[in-house]
Antibody, heavy 116, light 107 residues
Framework: EVQLVESGGGLVQPGASLRLSCAASGFIFSSYWMSWVRQAPGKGLEWVANIKQDGSERNYVDSVKGRFTISRDNAKNSVYLQMNSLRVEDTAVYYC?????????WGQGTMVSVSS | DIQMTQSPSSLSASVGDRVTITCRASQRISYYLNWYQQKPGKAPKVLIYGASSLQSGVPSRFSGSGSGTDFTLTISSLQPEDFATYYCQQSFSIPRTFGQGTKVEIK
């Protein structure tokens, strides 16, 4: 089955760290750019970061630069988001998405809540 | 960053109506414009990519048009399963950016 499955979300305090994972199956993972997109409760979609097929290029939205790191392991068909120095405003559902012309495949999302 | 502005933010329509949603980019993005549908509690689903190409499996009542800065998503005959929130998104440059969304509600 062609799918993306995220994991690793949870409730943390401000300043904490969290690592999200996204496991891909059913397609040639190493052929695609991969992205993380988030959605705060009741709000719209915000692209967070993406990574090239071989990991040689990574891009971030300004609000997470220096705090978040995207990475991938093509041998494990997985993409990751290491989130450090988390802020209350990082609270959101985080989706991983395959990028091919558009974000043409999405996971079900994992919730990250940052609260004291 | 390229700002994407959708209008309207919400609309009420009846089954069978023709619905049009517009999206304007703050600078020219050629045809690098995608449309998504999102239902509550679910991940978004791509409907249209490249401004006017219908994603495989998407009903033909959905269509997209435009280029440069102005784009349109049209639903030719609204069906009960089409009540959802719709987003445009530019894939011309980094950072990728989305419109604020258009919620289509039942009249």
């Amino acid at each position: 089955e062609v799918q993306l499955v995220e994991s690793g979300g949870g409730l943390v305090q401000p300043g904490a760290s969290l690592r999200l994972s996204c496991a891909a199956s059913g397609f040639i993972f190493s052929s695609y750019w991969m992205s993380w997109v988030r959605q705060a409760p009741g709000k719209g979609l915000e692209w967070v970061a993406n990574i090239k097929q071989d990991g040689s290029e990574r891009n971030y939205v300004d609000s997470v630069k220096g705090r978040f790191t995207i990475s991938r392991d093509n041998a494990k068909n997985s993409v990751y988001l290491q989130m450090n120095s988390l802020r209350v405003e990082d609270t959101a559902v985080y989706y991983c998405a395959r990028e091919w012309n558009a974000f043409d495949m999405w996971g079900q999302g994992t919730m990250v809540s940052v609260s004291s | 960053d390229i700002q994407m502005t959708q209008s309207p933010s919400s609309l009420s329509a009846s089954v069978g109506d023709r619905v049009t949603i517009t999206c304007r980019a703050s600078q020219r993005i050629s045809y690098y414009l995608n449309w998504y549908q999102q239902k509550p509690g679910k991940a978004p689903k791509v409907l249209i990519y490249g401004a006017s190409s219908l994603q495989s499996g998407v009903p033909s009542r959905f269509s997209g048009s435009g280029s440069g800065t102005d784009f349109t998503l049209t639903i030719s005959s609204l069906q009960p399963e089409d009540f959802a929130t719709y987003y445009c998104q530019q894939s011309f440059s980094i950072p990728r950016t989305f419109g604020q969304g258009t919620k289509v509600e039942i009249k």
